[in-house]
C-alpha cells in the first residue's frame, strides 16, 4: 500500500463545521500536490416529503443543489487562494455511502472531512457521517474537528 497522496477528496456539507476540514485538505494538496475534489452528495428525498407531492420533492431538490454547489464553491474559492486547483461534484446518494464508494471509484488516497455537520440528534440516533465512513471505508480518512 502506497502513503503518497495524489488524489484527496474533501466532503463538505456547506456547514460551518467542515471548514477546518477544508483548509487541512486544501493545505495538504498545496504540500503533496495532489489533485483535490470537493464532494457533496445529494441525500435521496425522504419518503415523508415525496408523499406531501412532486412539487414538494422538486423545491427540496433544487434547495438541496443549490446547497452543494455553494459548499463546493466555497472549497474550489478555497483552493484558489492557495493556488490550488478543486473539482466541485455533486453526487446522489446516502452520504456515508456515497462518500465511500465515491472514493473507492476514483481511486482517491485520502478522504478529508469535518467531525460535525448538520446532523443535529440524528447523530445520537444514527452515528454521524465522519463515524460511518471511518467505519467502511478502506480509504485513509482524516477526519478534522
Same mark, same amino acid.
Do not use: C
Given at each position: 500500500?502506497?502513503?503518497? /497522496?495524489?488524489?484527496?477528496? /474533501?466532503?463538505? $456539507? ?5 471548514? %477546518?476540514? =477544508? $483548509? ?18 445529494? +441525500? +435521496? =428525498?425522504?419518503?415523508? &416529503? ?15 443543489? $443549490?446547497? *452543494? ?9 478555497? *483552493? ?8 466541485? #461534484? #455533486? #453526487? ?5 455511502? *456515497? #462518500? ?7 481511486? &482517491?488516497?485520502? &478522504? !478529508? ?18 463515524? %460511518? !465512513? !471511518? ?7 482524516? =477526519?478534522? +474537528?
Amino acid at each position: 500500500m502506497s502513503t503518497k /497522496i495524489e488524489k484527496i477528496m /474533501i466532503s463538505t $456539507d456547506g456547514s460551518e463545521n467542515v471548514k %477546518n476540514a =477544508v $483548509d487541512w485538505g486544501i493545505e495538504l494538496a498545496k504540500a503533496t500536490g495532489a489533485e483535490v475534489k470537493a464532494v457533496y452528495v445529494l +441525500p +435521496p =428525498v425522504s419518503v415523508s &416529503i415525496a408523499t406531501r407531492g412532486e412539487r414538494w420533492a422538486d423545491s427540496l431538490r433544487n434547495h438541496l443543489k $443549490d446547497e *452543494g454547489k455553494s459548499a463546493t464553491e466555497y472549497v474550489v474559492d478555497a *483552493g484558489k487562494k492557495a493556488d490550488v486547483e478543486v473539482e466541485p #461534484i #455533486i #453526487i446522489e446518494g446516502s452520504p456515508a455511502d *456515497g #462518500i465511500v464508494k465515491f472514493a473507492t471509484e476514483n481511486e &482517491i488516497d485520502l &478522504i !478529508v472531512m469535518g467531525t460535525l455537520g448538520r446532523t443535529g440528534i440524528s447523530h445520537l440516533l444514527l452515528g454521524s457521517v465522519a463515524e %460511518n !465512513v !471511518v467505519r467502511h471505508s478502506k480509504t485513509q480518512v482524516l =477526519v478534522v +474537528p
